[in-house]
């Protein structure tokens, strides 16, 4: 099969080919899955899990990509819940190799039915955007309806999608980034935009009771003080230096969940949560598109088939 690979971790984005690859073997509690559209995280050849197996030894060649449309190709022995030929979509383990590839093989744990009339190109958009802004708002940060959300990188993918939720959900978002964010964060149900670059931004914000964060740093950093006592701070960048007043302050990496991806791709289906698809490219493009994928607006989904 076709697969787009990176053999050297120091040279592993401008190494990336696209090659022949073994087609993928599928354990117990696996599916193998006929990928027509994937995704990925510009910096995710980046991360330590990307580089070993779940034992921590080292692997590679490495396929990259874990947002993953397809229909089921292969049923491993010992698996239930998913069948042949059924439309799915997911989140692929990090430290497996991913979706930009013809075929993956993928946990059917990590995967949820894909309905009829949903496009694989919009669907291999929301797991990772999807996935972690609901498990930052609602798992991690015990949002309620009636509160009030930060959401700092509003204009990002993530960003995009988490105030989409907060909104949906009844709570009163501020989204934050660069002035040329502002717009786009509005439409998508923001009652109010702070410029970061603008001196004493804080003043502009007040207090919320959460804080969700995609940018890390100073931003971070000065993200206590808006929060209220008892509130919630939440970051999706590192972990935060600073706490708020009686309250948490926690870091978290998005996993895999099936149930979490049902509420994503519900909302989706009912017009409540619209993602973002930037630039469509066919495998072949797939590495050049990697390596331009930083500065650009939307997430680049790759059409396999």
């Keep these: 099969m076709k697969a787009v690979r990176t053999h050297d971790r120091d040279a592993a984005v401008d190494g990336l080919v696209v090659e022949e690859a073994p087609y993928p073997y599928a354990g117990e509690g696996d599916v193998v899955v006929r990928v027509r559209a994937a995704s990925f995280t510009p910096d995710e050849l980046a991360w330590p899990a990307s580089w070993v197996d779940r034992s921590g030894r080292g692997r590679g ?48 744990r990590n995967l949820a039915p894909l309905p009829a009339g949903i496009e694989h190109v919009e669907a291999a958009a929301l797991p990772m955007p999807g996935l972690t802004a609901w498990q ?29 939720l907060a909104r949906d959900a009844g709570a009163r978002v501020i989204g934050s980034g660069r002035a040329g964010s502002r717009d786009r964060v509005l439409e998508l149900g923001a009652e109010e935009f702070v410029d970061l670059e603008q001196p004493g931004w804080e003043e502009a914000v007040g207090r919320v009771d959460l804080v969700f964060d995609g940018l890390g740093g100073e931003v971070l950093d000065r993200s206590a003080a808006v929060v209220t006592p008892g509130g919630t701070l939440v970051s999706i960048a590192q972990p935060p230096n600073v706490r708020p007043e009686d309250g948490r302050a926690l870091y978290f ?26 630039a469509v490219h066919p495998l072949d493009r797939a590495p050049e ?17």
């Design 61 to 108: 060649p490495v396929v990259p990509g874990h947002e993953v449309s397809g229909e089921v190709a292969e049923v491993a022995v010992g698996t239930t819940g998913l069948s042949a030929g059924q439309r799915v979509v997911g989140l692929t383990d990090w430290n497996r190799d991913g979706a930009l590839a013809e075929y993956v093989a993928v946990e059917a």
């Design 136 to 164: 930052g708002l609602f798992v991690h940060g015990r949002l309620e309806a009636g509160q009030s959300v930060l959401v700092h990188g509003a204009g990002g993918g993530v960003g995009m999608a988490a105030t989409q």
């Design 253 to 278: 990496i998005v996993e895999p969940d099936r149930g979490h991806l049902l509420e994503v791709i519900r909302r989706y289906r009912e017009g409540r949560l619209h993602p973002l698809v930037g």
């Design 289 to 305: 598109a990697f390596r331009a994928k930083k500065g650009t607006v939307g997430k680049t989904v790759i059409q396999v088939a």
